[in-house]
């Protein structure tokens, strides 16, 4: 007996309901077909020339780019995010492609390296050395929810892993299958303008929870790059490092982004931090991997200033629908938790809409001894909600020092501060990738000294997933010594057939 084809549509944010095409969940043997097309021409992929993967590159971010006027009309309804955040994700989009492109033209990403030999060399004579990094692979992607294009089929993960010369399938998050489906022929149509394989670049529809399972255990698959919950990066961690040759799961997986405030900062901007908070918060409906999910404020009179402006400001509010009814569920279910246990207060925004994916914003308040015996305050909450802890601006250094991994951390300080930071500021570059003054940690700049990522459980691996560093991810250093020139890789050819940056003998070239 066959079974049905199993199919998903589009589910719009504002009304709750599916529209649009279907779509035919991949199976797992149409995902191992794909894995192995790309396993076949991962070598001819890896040997491309970088100023023909850079043209790649680019005419995937022009593909994008000509397409923009279609993803403007399709992605608003399939996530609820505004036309103006759209518009400007596939500019960030564009923009981050083009980065790589400039990078691979380089060449500086295979940090080739050529130590001549030298036998007056100490400790010993040394031998003719040539050192150059390797593309991994197949690279399995895992698209996130909430970037339904910076973060997803063509987003940085997957910039960055061609840019390494790694074939790439990804798994489109089904929250944006349309969105998804339009990226992904575009960068088909860049694969089909320069004569590349189509097999370069697959992509796997579905909302089969297997799908992580296929693609994270197939033989074939060599690196993982995922953005989205703690969760599943868990998971895919797990999976990976269960295989018979274990992979590496570059995962981001969000984090609380604690917000430390002085006394002094209260009292000269009380009210432009609060707005400036509430903002942050509300920023996206509150599902950025980045959103300040815990704050920390004085316990003295200057707490009780800064609760009264961000109870203003968030009491004006309103959050925009989630991005899918299982988010909805979970804030839901994670509010109605945190809200019946004993807690200072909870301060609430406007309420929701009564259809579609709405939710009213609320923010609970604690002190610290309440926030010490209450473990479920230390999660991510994933939704228009944050925690304010009311301690001693004395006691923030020993707190940020209990903190586990994230990717940011935040000081607000005034002007002249009396406070000695510098033992808070130490403890925060400890635990986080990113350390922010007097500004707030959504929106990731796309960057070269961009660091997006940070110690367990923010992110599998100290690396970052934003901006061109994010390549190395998918690299591996090779050293050849004593090799004949003729079977030398052209990066470390004594002519320089690739015209790239090399260093030879220390000196760089």
Known sequence: MTMPTATFRSINPQTATAFGPEFVESSKEEVEKKILAAHAIRREFADLEPKRRAALLREIADAIESRREKLVAIAPLETGLPVARITSEVTRTVVQIRAFATMVETGIHYNATIDLPDPDFQPAPRPDIRKFNQSLGVVAIFAASN??????????????????????????????????????????????????????????????PELTHWLATADHVTAIGFTGSGLVGKLLVKLASERKVPIPVFAEMGSLNPVFITTNAITERASAIAKGAAESVLMGSGQFCTKPGLFFIPSDSTGDVFIAEFTIQLSQSQAAPLLNPGIRDRYKKSMAELESAPVISVLHGLPGSDTGLSVQPAVIVVNAEEFARMPQLSEEHFGPTSVIVRASVASYSAIAASIEGQLTTTIHAGADEQDDLSKLISELAQISGRVIWNGFPTGVAVTAAMNHGGPWPASSTNTTSVGIDATYRFLRPVSYQGFPDAYLPPALQASNPWKIERVTNGVRG
């Open 147 to 208: 970037f339904p294009l910076a973060f997803s089929v063509m987003g940085g993960d997957s910039a960055s892993a061609l840019a390494a010369g790694c074939p790439v399938i990804v798994k489109a998050h089904p929250s944006h299958p349309q969105t998804s489906e339009i990226v992904f022929q575009a960068v088909q149509s860049a694969l089909r303008s320069l004569g590349l394989p189509g097999e370069i670049f697959s992509i796997a529809h579905g909302q089969n």
